[in-house]
DNA sequence: ACGCTGTTGTCAACGGTATTGCGCTGATCG
DNA sequence: CGATCAGCGCAATACCGTTGACAACAGCGT
């Protein structure tokens, strides 16, 4: 039994250890990691060299924790994004920044899909768009509700593919073998029109897909001024 | 082993039998209760008045029944679509009975938005997507780019709208005071889009959203097909 | 310099999750 | 009629996030 407790743990005790810029450092560290390294508190508390339940005396919970890793990575992107683009340049660099961060720290991707982080960070992603979408000439609820096409879409199409790449290596290969071989040995009868595009379709990938879906939210956008503007 | 008799389909077991068909049935009944009521093997186990891990003698873990009870629901929603709708109306009716089916059962509707199931009626959804998009005038690998578009910003749009409805009333509540309270009370200098449109921004409905969403997937599609046909 | 007080890390424990191995039972079949 | 064996219950395992009690230190007023 090594439990002198009264002085074993003296040797680290200089003012505050753990802050939490340290725990949000350790827990992107653990997110980047990916599939093979989960992020439980106890991995968490690994990393740190601390016992796993220090955290609660710098976050309430898990929860409160991954929101304010979100809006951390949320402001690598926002920053990362160029002065002096249109419209649809600062669109697409918030599309792009945002898929990257997600892929990069998967689990805060998808975890944060459906989530409102309500941290000073979002209010600029909510404020930039806001911004694109009245630049292209849309006002009042118009303006409302393209940001919310454009903010929800992108957030839900990027958890998504975060969620996707926190599968092991096994299951995602899995996944992508049926398009090149399930797809082609499918009834030809019921299903011809898979049967027709089944090469085509293992060929599409994921870059091309992120593209034409920006692309259409931007279109949308643009038709949608367009109209109004001459009515 | 030798799993003798094929014809001996009726008498199986007589008494209080477990059927995958069961099982399934007992984890929609539970999925439909939402958020208040979680979706655990213990919970089923109880729904269906038997030990919980009997589950694992007809599926071999929870992700596989997860798997099947998402292909029933895709089912329903494949029947609920009336013939000769054209490919806007298709798609439409895709995109409309998606969302009620992943609302009816939000925890299904979570789980598998980054999940490919591979199983009968995910093939008949990439069926009707192809027809669609053809019928539209795509060809080839325009077709097939077009299709996962549709597919992929479709299943995660539904399933991010599900998972937020995952989250008990008092989350919810919390989120949605976001927009009429914090968006008020927002610098004015530093965020002045925010503070103009905060009214419009809290009064912008989730059936606006996603009609703009799946009209701004329609209308690439149709650009797109008009562009090819002009060159 | 003292003791009080509040903060921060440690430790053990709790209730929750999915899953597995073992043993019983009863319907079916040779 | 007896043997077989799938289907089920039970107990246990390995995680997970979280909490409460306690110990060690920092900073403070006196």
Request: aromatic share 6%; net charge negative.
């Amino acid at each position: 039994m090594p439990k002198s407790p009264a002085n074993t743990a003296r040797s680290k005790r200089a003012g505050s250890q753990l802050t939490p810029d340290a725990i949000i450092d350790a827990s992107l560290r653990i997110a980047a990691r990916g599939s093979e390294d989960a992020f439980t508190v106890r991995r968490l508390g690994e990393e740190l060299g601390a016992d796993p339940t220090a955290i609660y005396r710098h976050f309430r919970d898990k929860d409160e924790l991954l929101l304010s890793v979100a809006d951390r990575t949320l402001g690598e992107v926002l920053d990362s994004i160029p002065e002096g683009l249109d419209w649809k340049g600062r669109i697409r660099a918030l599309a792009d920044g945002s898929l990257a961060v997600a892929l990069k720290y998967p689990v805060v991707g998808s975890a944060m899909a459906s989530r409102t982080t309500r941290r000073p960070n979002e209010f600029r992603v909510v404020e930039l768009i806001l911004g694109a979408v009245m630049e292209a000439g849309l006002e009042g609820a118009e303006a409302a509700l393209h940001y919310r096409m454009v903010a929800d879409s992108l957030l839900a199409y990027v958890g998504q593919q975060a969620a996707y790449f926190l599968f092991d290596a096994e299951v995602r290969a899995a996944d992508e073998s049926a398009w090149t071989r399930e797809y082609r040995l499918v009834d030809p009868q019921a299903l011809p029109n898979i049967t027709r595009l089944s090469a085509e379709l293992a060929e599409v990938t994921d870059e091309q897909i992120f593209e034409a879906t920006v692309g259409a939210l931007i279109s949308a956008i643009e038709k949608r001024a367009e109209t109004l503007r001459g009515a």
